[in-house]
């Protein structure tokens, strides 16, 4: 691997540490960019939410809908209609906790979370792993957003034993290792999922892996293959934006990082990397001189 320079590490360091983020609820517009799409409740695209609306059979699902889109009193209501005939549901109770959980009630979404796992006691549905699997699984969201990365770790873990199957948790641990720069594991999992999910997240999290060891020409090639509508989200467009200055793209990456610098909780981060854009085309300029 060629060895980087100090301050590209620096910059590595300053600006993608942070790349890797803990709020799974990353918007994803349509559903051939979802590879969760059939499985996450904590991540809704809009042609799920036209599909549940549409659908006035099944409340769990319409209040994840509502939830998902904040209409936070809608979907409580939707899921308290249902308590006494659904108390033995552990799907009802994790609908209940993630309600609360994307409404930031935490101590309720785990109180919540809590009573489906007693709920599996007797539940003697065939998808009772599946379901202990996905609240174990949102469990692991509570801890990571309050940084208890063991617990997430043990908990996203827990959630891939029980269902080896589904994705999701892998993509979790992954973004554990990205939090610790534990870029190779975090590769070794995601190239295991790759070939099955066209998901935009999964895409990103393998470049930024690629990106941190050094590889930027396996990064630009694994992020060339998220949907183009989506290189320009705020936290994907600084990653993009550094892979066509590494391929000495200069004046491509200043053009896309320019309209996204102002971009919520990346701002800091592309406003850096912008900087770096300008000082590469300062310095070329003054190689022409």
Known sequence: MKKLLKKDFLLIL??????????????????????????SFMRYNSDRFIKFEKSNQDNIQLANSSCHQEKFIKGKDL???KMQSEKNNPYYWNALGTCYMLDESYTKALFFYDLGIESLETYKSADKNLAEATITNNLGLIHLKFKRYNEAFDSFSKANQLAPNIITPKVNMAQIYLEFNQNDRAIDLLKSIENNSSDTDLLYNLSLAYFRKGESDKAFSTLLKVHKDSLNRADIVGLYASCLLKKNRIQEAKNIIEKRV?????????????????????SNENLKK
Do not use: P
Request: one cysteine or more.
């Open 79 to 81: 899921l308290e209609e």
């Open 262 to 282: 102002v971009a919520s909780e990346f701002e800091n981060r592309n406003k850096i990397i912008l900087e770096e854009i300008n000082e590469k085309i300062k």
């Open 14 to 39: 300053t600006v993608l540490v942070g790349c890797s983020s803990q709020n799974f609820n990353k918007k994803i517009e349509t559903s051939e960019n979802d590879g969760l799409k059939e499985e």
